[in-house]
T-cell receptor, first 117, second 112 residues
Framework: GAVVSQHPSWVICKSGTSVKIECRSL??????MFWYRQFPKQSLMLMAT?????????EQGVEKDKFLINHASLTLSTLTVTSAHPEDSSFYICSANPGTGIGNTIYFGEGSWLTVV | LAKTTQPISMDSYEGQEVNITCSHNNIATNDYITWYQQFPSQGPRFIIQGYKTKVTNEVASLFIPADRKSSTLSLPRVSLSDTAVYYC?????????????FGTGTRLKVLA
């Protein structure tokens, strides 16, 4: 099946620094990718929709200046957590849609653990 | 808001068939129903997808009644390795972009 890869799998950063997480669709092109965050024992929460060649669409309550999303190509979206704080520590998961319409299966990456110390 | 409702948790024993039902009363006419499995510290993994009636693949079956307001994921003869969280998802296209909003999922524990 379709493969979505994230990098890094885990990262530790100091408070106040920025960290970038990459999401790649390895065997298909994706005009749309999605970023989720997940806290332990909780469900996935959609943060934003990443659109190739245009600005991301953020869900209500998600700070766009803190979570910068760039979707510069059809196979790569990046999430940059700026000025990270301990409360940003979480499991970040991306997903990609190989099609453009309803009914296309969305595939998820392996996730990236962020720990801010 | 999530468009699906599932039981929060279920227990089963090895070798049994497990059925997890999901309610999606407000499913749109053109929405598909997709089920994912998630293990701790991993991304959700696609299990099965369907639109109506019954769909079967090598790992599961999906039953969808005619009104499509619910669906049931059936896992035959579960093993300990099937212990995971199972999510039922229908798309949300209200914003103009087809996306998935996760509900609570069902935490399945398979016992020996």
């Amino acid at each position: 099946g379709a493969v979505v890869s994230q990098h890094p799998s885990w990262v530790i950063c100091k408070s106040g620094t920025s960290v970038k997480i990459e999401c790649r669709s390895l065997d298909f092109q994706a005009t749309t990718m999605f970023w989720y965050r997940q806290f332990p024992k909780q469900s996935l929460m959609l943060m934003a929709t990443s659109n190739e060649g245009s600005k991301a669409t953020y869900e209500q309550g998600v700070e766009k200046d803190k979570f910068l999303i760039n979707h510069a190509s059809l196979t790569l979206s990046t999430l940059t957590v700026t000025s990270a704080h301990p409360e940003d520590s979480s499991f970040y998961i991306c997903s990609a849609n190989p099609g453009t319409g309803i009914g296309n299966t969305i595939y998820f990456g392996e996730g990236s653990w962020l720990t801010v110390v | 808001l999530a468009k699906t409702t599932q039981p929060i948790s279920m227990d089963s024993y090895e070798g049994q068939e497990v059925n997890i039902t999901c309610s999606h009363n407000n499913i749109a006419t053109n929405d598909y129903i997709t089920w994912y499995q998630q293990f701790p510290s991993q991304g959700p993994r696609f299990i099965i997808q369907g639109y109506k009636t019954k769909v079967t693949n090598e790992v599961a079956s999906l039953f969808i009644p005619a009104d499509r307001k619910s669906s049931t994921l059936s896992l035959p003869r579960v093993s300990l390795s099937d212990t995971a969280v199972y999510y039922c998802l229908v798309g949300d296209s209200a914003s103009g972009t087809y996306k998935y909003i996760f509900g609570t999922g069902t935490r399945l524990k398979v016992l020996a």
